[in-house]
């Protein structure tokens, strides 16, 4: 009797149910559990079992070769830090992905700028939610080969859909009348519709060093600071404190 049950929760899907319903009845003989308790045990295993293999999945699309939390952030290092510490704990709980907000840090090289950018991005990949980090750089020449491929729609759905896009080191490269464009159509379809995170050394008034022109630089600009939170991280490069 016991096969054919595991049988039909392999046929429904349910592969830790099957593997785990042994088990769970030697519990219940144990502890005396009702029908009705057995079955929640069961479901409870089932939920939990993908529930992790969400996580883990969510982890691999992410592209993140890192684990980073936020405990690994030094707030103490400069004063910017600690004044924004408790705007920077806030952005933790993800409230603003489901707000479709999106968040700019500016500042110079090595003053954690994307460590922070991962941290959240790993936060968010362990609460199930769909995320994906990439460089500037590497997401124009993935959209550049795409459109030289003719696959440039599928390509740009890669970094249209995520809930959370995180888009590291805008600014060290110009981009291009193609690349500019490029990321403008990311930007614009993800606007008030997903959230993403943006890091920059460059300010604003500058990202027409970036874009191939004044007139797309702000268009872009425009889409990321509305309804969005705005970090200037000052300092030292934490890298050569020593």
Known sequence: MIDTVQQKFKELRLKHCSENIESILEQGKQKNLSPLQLIERLLDLEIEKRRQARILLRFKQSKLLERPTIDQFDFSFHASRKKQKNLILGLMDLEFIRQKKDIVLIGNPGVGKSLLAKTIA???????????????????????????????????????????????????????????????????????????????????????????????????????????EIIIMEGKSYRKRA
Not at 137 to 163: C, E, F, S, V
Not at 198 to 219: K, M, R
């Open 122 to 228: 790993y936060a968010a990949t362990q609460n199930g939610i769909k995320t994906l980090f990439t460089s500037a750089m590497d997401m124009i020449n993935q959209l550049i080969a795409a459109q030289d491929g003719h696959d440039l729609l599928k390509k740009l759905k890669t970094y249209q859909t995520p809930d959370l896009l995180v888009c590291d080191e805008i600014g060290y490269l110009p981009l291009g009348k193609q690349g500019s464009n490029l990321f403008f159509q990311v930007i614009s379809a993800r606007h008030e519709q997903k959230s993403t995170i943006i890091t920059t050394n460059l300010p604003f008034a500058q990202w027409g060093n970036i874009f191939d022109s004044t007139s797309v630089a702000t268009a872009i600009a425009d889409r990321l600071v509305y309804n969005s």
